[in-house]
């Protein structure tokens, strides 16, 4: 909750996010009854109801107690029918929190209710005592629930956001936050969540910000994530999150910010992510990452809105391939910390907004070349713990240039 994010934001990127989901009151069976009388009467004992949970509308309009001949009494039935169809196709939500979908077919007590308080139950008291009344969006006098933000969309309200985090939440993922199907934003960051994260994730088709750093999440990343069309910002950094990047990170055609430092990744980096068109900040930094960059950016037209890679601390070998000057809105390369090897290309130096360059504790060798001292916008380069040669250009060029003279071989 202090550093500065690569987009100018501060901190746990508390503020990174954007829409949000369901929140009507519906969540037990609380004050269901049957409509047996005429209309009037069944909406008079509907507003008698001093805590509306969840009410359940019948599947037909009460019937006439009054004598009809059977013929007619079919025909009002059936054009009553066709009615409600006709309404169900055109995707109409009820006050009352229940929704139809596109088939027509009823789906009773529509979840954001019970999924809150299934999550108010598993939650401490830090959370649960500014969790007041039986509506997570207010009613009335009450506040809406802290964290909790509300959308009004037609004629009801749904939960859109979920900011629920450093209140040391201890367990599990809250699996009943996958049933808050209007999500767009999830942050439940800094907390002590475990295990993994459920694949029901993939549930959540319109979120853009998912911030779940700074917890102990493990095991593999899942691949539904690659489900969430509409992400923007991926925050899963410091975790035990292990296994592979998934490549179906590459479905995602929004993404512009994917956080994964300091986890316990292995293998490759999938070079399918280099297809994602608006990503402008990679961290995989802190992983067990092995591969070299030529394999990451060999597709050609890669990363074309890259500004930020951080690469360090990983097992990376090879040298620095000349295409990786193709990246020409990269402003922080940071490699410190491989098994990097070779010369340094002078066509890394012609990349024009390289602001940041970090090649610190690696294998280069060889000279560094004259283009990184007239550099126009470069301030900081950090080359230290190499093998190069004696006789580079004086330092001074730069607000930062650190060259060891112990680190140059004779």
Known sequence: MGSTNDDGNKGDDNRVGDDGDNCRDEGGRVGERRCTNSRSKWMHNVGKMEKLQAYKVEEERPRERRKTQGNLLRERRCRFRRGRKWRFRRGRRHKFGQRENDRGKKMHRVVPVKALNEIKASLGWRVVYAWVGDDPCGDGDLPPWSGVTCSTVGDYRVVTELE?????????????VTSLLDLTRLDLHNNKLTGPIPPQIGRL?????????????????????????????????????????????????????????????TGRIPPELG??????????????????????????????????????NNYFTGGVPAQLANLTSLEILYLSYNKMSGVIP?????????????????????????????????????????????????????????????DFLA
């Not at 690659?226 to 923007?232: A, D, E, I, M």
């Not at 940041?356 to 990184?372: K, M």
């Not at 470069?378 to 607000?399: D, Q, T, W």
Request: hydrophobic letters at 40%; a positive charge.
């Open 346 to 406: 002078s066509s890394i130096a012609h990349i024009p907004k390289l602001t940041y360059l970090y090649l610190d504790h690696n294998q280069f060798s060889g000279r560094i070349p004259d283009p990184f001292y007239k550099h126009l916008f470069l301030k900081e380069m950090y080359l230290e713990g190499n093998a190069f040669r004696p006789g580079v250009n004086p330092i001074g060029f730069h607000k930062v240039l650190e060259v060891s003279d112990s």
């Open 205 to 265: 088709r319109r979120l853009k910000i998912l911030n779940l750093r700074w917890n102990k999440l493990q095991d593999a990343i899942p691949p539904e994530i690659g489900q969430l069309k509409s992400l923007t910002h991926l925050y899963l950094s410091f975790n035990n999150f292990k296994g592979e990047i998934p490549k179906e990170l590459a479905n995602l055609p929004d993404l512009r910010y994917l956080h994964l430092h300091e986890n316990r990744l």
């Open 164 to 176: 629920v985090y450093a209140v040391s939440i201890v367990g599990p993922f809250p699996t009943a």
């Open 275 to 312: 297809t994602l068109q608006n990503l402008r900040h990679l961290d995989a930094g802190n992983n067990h990452l092995v591969g070299t960059l030529r394999e990451l950016i060999r597709i050609e037209g890669c990363f074309p809105a890259l500004r930020n890679l951080y690469l360090n």
